[in-house]
T-cell receptor, first 115, second 114 residues
Framework: GEKVEQHQSTLSVREGDSAVINCTYT??????FPWYKQEAGKSLHFVID?????DRKQSQRLTVLLDKKAKRFSLHITATQPEDSAIYFC??????????????FGKGAKLTVSP | GPKVLQIPSHQIIDMGQMVTLNCDPV?????FYWYKQILGQQMEFLVN????????KSKLFKDQFSVERPDGSYFTLKIQPTALEDSAVYFC????????????FGSGTRLTVL
C-alpha cells in the first residue's frame, strides 16, 4: 500500500521567516495530497490540498508543490507567525469513487515559530 | 467550523474487556472513518463507512473490531475483546462526500488496555 514519509520530525524558525515541510510517497496512483495541522490538545484541522492535475497551489501564505516524477510534495509557509506552530501532517490517497477516502499519513513534523 | 466530537477523550480498560468508542460526526456528513495512532507512529487508516456499511477496511481492522451508526446517532467503534496492542489513540473523521473530499477529524480517544 501507500507509504508516506515525512523526513523532518521537527522544524524551528523565527517569526517572519519561511518554513518548508517535505513529504514523499510511494504509490504512483496517488492523486490527492492534503495537509493537516494539529495544535496542542486539538484535533487535526485541514490546511490545504493539491490534486495531481496541478503542480502548485497557493492559498494566502501557504503554497503546496507537487513533483509527481520524484513522488514528492511540500508545504511552504511564508511570513510565519507564532500561531503557525503546530504539528503538520501530510497525506496521500487515490481518488477512488465508491469507497470513500483512504488517506495514508506521514508521521508529522512539529513546526515551532519563535517570536 | 464543522466539528467532530469524540467521547470519551481517555479510556482505560482491562485486557479482554469490551470497549466502545463514540464519535459524533458533522451533522450532514455521509462518510465516516476511524484511524489509529500508536504513540510515536503514523496515524493509520482502519475503516470507512457509508450508508450503513463498511466500504473498505485495512488489515489493522481485526475481527474483534466492529463499527456501526444506528439510526444516525453516534458512529461507534467497538473492540471485543480488547488486547494490549489495541492501546492507541483512535481518531474519528467524517466527510460530506467521497474521494477527495476534506475529512474533519475529532480530537481522538486515547485507549489504554492494561
Amino acid at each position: 500500500g501507500e507509504k508516506v514519509e515525512q523526513h523532518q520530525s521537527t522544524l524551528s524558525v523565527r517569526e517572519g521567516d519561511s518554513a518548508v515541510i517535505n513529504c514523499t510517497y510511494t504509490d504512483t496512483a496517488s492523486s490527492y495530497f492534503p495537509w493537516y495541522k494539529q495544535e496542542a490538545g486539538k484535533s487535526l484541522h485541514f490546511v490545504i490540498d493539491i490534486r495531481s492535475n496541478v503542480d502548485r497551489k497557493q492559498s494566502q501564505r501557504l503554497t503546496v508543490l507537487l513533483d509527481k516524477k520524484a513522488k514528492r510534495f511540500s508545504l511552504h509557509i511564508t511570513a510565519t507567525q507564532p500561531e503557525d506552530s503546530a504539528i503538520y501532517f501530510c497525506a496521500a490517497s487515490r481518488a477512488q469513487q465508491g469507497t470513500g477516502s483512504k488517506l495514508s499519513f506521514g508521521k508529522g513534523a512539529k513546526l515551532t515559530v519563535s517570536p | 467550523g464543522p466539528k467532530v466530537l469524540q467521547i470519551p477523550s481517555h479510556q482505560i480498560i482491562d485486557m479482554g474487556q469490551m470497549v466502545t468508542l463514540n464519535c459524533d460526526p458533522v451533522s450532514n456528513h455521509l462518510y465516516f472513518y476511524w484511524y489509529k495512532q500508536i504513540l510515536g507512529q503514523q496515524m493509520e487508516f482502519l475503516v470507512n463507512f457509508y450508508n450503513g456499511k463498511v466500504m473498505e477496511k485495512s488489515k489493522l481492522f481485526k475481527d474483534q473490531f466492529s463499527v456501526e451508526r444506528p439510526d444516525g446517532s453516534y458512529f461507534t467503534l467497538k473492540i471485543q475483546p480488547t488486547a494490549l496492542e489495541d492501546s492507541a489513540v483512535y481518531f474519528c473523521a467524517s466527510s460530506l462526500d467521497q474521494g477527495t473530499e476534506t475529512l474533519y477529524f475529532g480530537s481522538g480517544t486515547r485507549l489504554t488496555v492494561l
